[in-house]
């Protein structure tokens, strides 16, 4: 029986559109619509070409693919295949005719390693010899006798679809990477995008993406870059991820894949993309998802100064929803200049909730500057600013803060109520002994109101205590559990005996 031959230009597109299902397979979260659709596409055009085809038999090497008639097969796309079945322990792949659908797809999961680790003993290899896939097998197989130009019962629609192939857009981006002229960049980068317009109309955003990583690194100038090629990147970018919603939505919620590397791939394109992706990590943290609360702020951190323009508009939203927001990523961010922008705030007559939350921003800045505008704010006439000062310094760590925390406890007539009540809570929160004493002093010397506000205070100042330790803390408490105001000697005594 003589040797079916396959023809290399009829193979190459069946090769690199298995790439194509492995990459979706890996690159695209299991229930995502777009991976089911790549997976299918290149299951349609691999049962349809083993219809009525010869026997398939391929050497796998490292790096390419042997045929029976001795020709190699390799290139962009190709290579990453021939790598991952290597890498799997298979070194001779034969398809025959009749290939279903689930076969297919079962070889593209065990190929992705989502089922077993790597290597002789990995469950691609099992399922390959113990003939669970029965069209495909690693040894010898029964050949055809036909010789074929291209696989025989492949519609011309089907073979059209792996027209623009991952090898193309490979060898573009390849060229990319070492273009050193920018107008040889701008020429290839021309071509790339129509190719990539061509895959993404078709709902495959895998090149897009890759493409897209590629452009961040040459816009940050990695290679390095000239100026020119940097500014050609990150034009080509924009339009590429700006241009279509999915691959924007792709990019966002990788960057929110804590702990791997395409998450710190992902950050890197947000950061090469500028303020621009800002307002959609606004929206996505907005919507209050665990990632996008957790993942955000790093994000805004590493963005840094690009980030912080479209966070001060924030501030002035109308909305006190967005203000409270913009305020509490500040805090997260850190970042020294956003202080004099929170003091604004905190100087306004925006809502209770929003002052609290500017304040306790500063106090995360944690800067002299940030420091001394909450010290500053305990003596604004307005009580809402100066009670959201008292607030915000008691998640300071600065010395500054609890001295001027204590002061305000001592004083007895200076601050409105409001104020002092909230300093005591602030230092109940900080501690030491410094605040103890200033707590104790406050209980002795609550004057300066009707005896109602000083009922309430010195509660106040009592449940303070109670969330501080110590032997000083306890005879503070023994003692005024045994004089004074019985409502305050009942909250002593009940503290004293284990009480909430």
Same mark, same amino acid.
């Given at each position: 029986?003589? %040797? ?8 190459m597109p069946l090769l690199l559109e298995l790439t194509r299902a492995l990459r979706a397979r890996r690159f695209y979260l299991p229930t995502d619509p777009a991976q089911s659709a790549v997976l299918q596409r290149s299951a349609r055009v691999w049962t349809a070409a083993f219809a009525r085809a010869p026997v398939l038999r391929l050497d796998v090497t490292e790096r390419e693919f042997g045929l029976a008639s001795g020709e190699r097969l390799s290139g962009a796309g190709v290579k990453d295949l021939a790598r991952a079945l290597h890498g799997a322990g298979v070194h001779r792949l034969a398809v025959l005719p009749g290939l279903q659908a689930e076969e297919f797809m079962r070889l593209v999961e065990l190929l992705a390693g989502v089922a077993d680790a790597a290597g002789p003993d990995s469950a691609l290899v099992r399922a390959l010899s113990e003939s669970e896939l029965p ?7 029964? %050949? ?14 089907? @073979?059209?679809?792996? *027209? ?10 390849? %060229? ?6 920018? =107008? ?18 078709? *709902? ?23 100026? =020119? ?10 339009? @590429?991820?700006?241009?279509? $919603? ?6 966002? &919620?990788?960057?929110?894949? +804590? ?8 950050? &890197? ?7 621009? #992706?800002?307002?959609?990590?606004? =929206? ?8 996008? &609360? ?39 961010? +850190? ?6 922008? @929170? ?25 002299? &500057?940030?420091?001394? #505008? ?62 103890? $004493? ?30 501080? %330790? ?23 005594? *009940? ?6």
């Open positions: 029986m003589s %040797e079916a031959i396959w023809r290399p230009s009829a193979l069209h495909l097998s690693s040894g010898d197989v029964e %050949e055809a006798p036909t010789l074929v130009a291209r696989p025989t019962g492949v519609p011309t629609r089907i @073979l059209a679809d792996a *027209k623009t192939t991952d090898g193309t857009i490979d060898a573009l981006v390849g %060229e990319l990477e070492r273009s050193i002229r920018a =107008e040889d960049y701008a020429r290839i980068a021309s071509e790339l995008e129509a190719q990539l317009g061509e895959r993404m109309a078709d *709902k495959d955003y895998v090149d897009a993406y890759r493409t897209a990583l590629a452009l961040g690194r040459h816009c940050a100038g990695v290679g390095p870059k000239l100026p =020119e090629i940097q500014v050609c990147a990150s034009r080509m970018l924009h339009r @590429l991820v700006f241009g279509n $919603e999915e691959l924007l939505r792709i990019a966002v &919620q990788r960057a929110y894949a +804590q702990a791997t590397g395409s998450a710190v791939e992902a950050v &890197q394109l947000l950061v090469a993309l500028g303020s621009d #992706v800002v307002p959609r990590l606004l =929206e996505e943290h907005t919507r209050g998802s665990v990632e996008a &609360q957790t993942a955000t702020p790093g994000i805004l951190v590493v963005m840094a100064d690009a980030a912080l323009p479209v966070l001060a508009e924030e501030l002035s939203a109308t909305s006190p929803a967005r203000v409270r927001r913009a305020a509490l990523l500040m805090g997260e961010m +850190q970042h020294p200049r956003a202080a004099p922008l @929170l003091a604004d705030v905190l100087r306004s007559d925006q809502d209770e909730s929003v002052l609290r939350e500017a304040a306790r921003a500063l106090a995360r800045i944690g800067s002299r &500057q940030a420091v001394l #505008v909450l010290c500053g704010a305990l003596r604004e006439r307005r009580t809402s600013s100066a009670s959201a000062a008292a607030y915000g310094l008691g998640w300071s760590s600065d010395r500054g803060a609890l001295t001027a925390l204590c002061e305000v406890v001592r004083e007895s007539g200076r601050s409105s109520s409001e104020v002092r009540l909230q300093a005591v809570a602030s230092l109940g929160r900080i501690g030491g002994p410094e605040a103890v $004493e200033a707590l104790a002093d406050g209980l002795e010397r609550a004057g300066g109101w009707n005896r109602k506000r000083i009922r309430a205070f010195r509660l106040a100042v009592v449940d303070a205590l109670g969330k501080l %330790e110590g032997d000083r803390v306890r005879s503070i408490l023994e003692r005024h559990a045994r004089e004074g105001d019985s409502t305050v000697r009942d909250a002593c005594i *009940k503290l004293l005996q284990g009480g909430p």
